[in-house]
């Protein structure tokens, strides 16, 4: 079992940045991935970016790619969301997981985080 606590949504103007955080307990990540997604109302959940807890590799949507960056801090089972030049269309729930780096990539990981709530103002 793993757990997983978001952090630090809020409401920010558009241009704006704000930093999530993805606290994860249970289990070692060493051989897994972590992802983050995010759903706006009345859309599908939609892949945001991942990252391989080993070696730190990273990729990610191409709607946010340049903008945003995921970090991880081993020491603290933490994984992080920055994100920058932020747009209205970013607003929407973002959630983390974990699973196999295959898995996160087809947005099917294996626990999920409760979810914060990022809204960008234009």
């Known amino acids: 079992q793993v757990q997983l606590v978001e952090s630090g949504g809020g409401l920010v103007q558009a241009g704006g940045s704000l930093r999530l955080s993805c606290g994860a307990s249970g289990r070692t990540l060493s051989r897994m991935a972590m992802g983050w997604f995010r759903q706006a109302p009345g859309k599908e959940r939609e892949f945001v970016g991942a990252?391989?807890?080993?070696?730190?590799?990273?990729t990610y949507a191409d709607s946010v790619r340049g903008r945003f960056t995921i970090s991880r801090d081993s020491a603290k089972n933490t994984m992080y969301l920055q994100m920058n030049s932020l747009k209205p269309e970013d607003t929407a729930v973002y959630y983390c997981a974990v699973g196999l780096w295959g898995r996160i990539l087809l947005g099917s990981g294996d626990y999920w985080g409760q979810g914060t709530q990022v809204t960008v103002s234009s």
């Open positions: 990252i391989m807890w080993a070696d730190g590799g990273k």
